[in-house]
């Protein structure tokens, strides 16, 4: 297979990022495309083909095969039967994905639970290069988690370990797309801090984030970045919401590192320097001494890499 490439797909809630992949993890090409969920999973299928289908076409253009296809998916993903059992975030239950791609190529398909797949990307090459115990957080739409225990990817029972975004941290908190209220992933993702900052818009409460008309995540960062107020509070309370959340899991894993991805974890210190004092003060002293939290390294290209990871993992 080291003459051969590899194409990794990072299926998220608002794009399609692909990318052909060689053996040793470096990006060669990249497709991008709107999700646009709302269309159905058929239709969101097809776009993924046709990226699959660019990306084979630039091999065979350059004299390679490709081996296989890895595919990360923002929710639980049955590897048996090749099928998304749920994903919140795109309204899907039980989608057989690999059937629906398999009506558009030949090669192998791997599925795989799309902060799996960062984790296993920045394990490989990013923030946790030799870890051995390590637990990566991936902020986006949601909250992802992707579990390395004792070196190997960790996916569970059927596939479904890791999802640290749907751990209750508050029982009377906002309604999660998964049903539970007060999710993490309703606390701290970037869909909570961007409703956030609405509300304190709609209270009337001055921030430069009342002239965005279409307001991300991104923006609540750099107003943070620029001593906005309000921007400061919402990166604070998120990050202690988080904290709360990794103290759990420093407890239940005893990771050697944590990683956190995602756009949000641009911020520097302003969201990890809260954030790493409440995951010490919610964790045990013996677990917390030893854990280091820090940002991933790969950004938006972990996902397309531990994606390609999956393929040499499972043909090995």
């Known amino acids: 297979m080291h003459d051969e490439l590899i194409i990794g797909i990072d299926l998220g809630g608002t ?19 709107a999700t646009l969920a709302n269309t159905g999973p058929r239709a969101v ?18 004299g390679k095969k490709v081996a296989g296809i890895g595919v990360g998916i923002p929710g639980q993903a049955d ?20 059937e629906y791609l398999r009506s558009r190529t030949i090669l192998p398909v791997y599925l795989e639970n799309d902060a799996n797949a960062a984790a296993l990307g920045e394990q490989w090459l990013g923030a946790g290069r030799g870890s051995v115990n390590m637990v990566m957080i991936t902020i986006g739409t949601g909250i992802g988690g992707g579990l390395i225990l004792n070196g190997s990817l960790y996916s569970g029972t059927n596939g479904s370990a890791g999802e640290v975004g ?75 919401y988080l904290g709360m959340g990794l103290g759990n899991v420093i407890n239940l894993f005893n990771p050697d590192t944590i990683v956190i991805g995602g756009g949000v974890s641009k911020a520097g210190d302003i969201l ?12 045990l ?32």
């Open 45 to 62: 299928a097809e776009r993924i083909s046709r990226i699959i289908g660019d990306l084979e076409s630039q091999a065979a253009a350059a």
């Open 166 to 240: 749907h751990m209750v941290i508050d029982p009377d908190g906002p309604l999660c797309s998964c049903g539970q209220r007060g999710c993490l992933e309703t606390l701290t993702s970037a869909t909570a801090m961007v409703r956030m900052a609405k509300e304190a818009i709609d209270q009337g409460k001055k921030t430069i984030l009342a002239r965005e008309e279409n307001l991300e995540a991104r923006d609540i960062v750099m107003a943070a970045q620029a001593e906005d107020k309000v921007a400061l509070l919402i990166i604070d309370v998120a990050a202690r």
């Open 272 to 283: 990890f320097e809260p954030l790493r004092r409440e995951a010490v003060k919610r964790s």
């Open 15 to 33: 794009n399609i990022k692909g990318a052909l992949v060689d053996s040793g993890g470096h990006i060669i090409s990249k497709q991008k495309a």
């Open 79 to 98: 590897q048996t039967r090749g099928t998304v059992f749920f994903a919140p975030n795109l309204h899907w239950r039980d989608v057989p994905l690999v």
């Open 285 to 316: 002293e013996a677990p917390a001494r030893v854990v280091k939290i820090v940002p991933a390294e790969l950004g938006n290209d972990a996902g397309c890499i531990g994606a390609a990871k999956l393929v040499l993992l499972t043909a090995d």
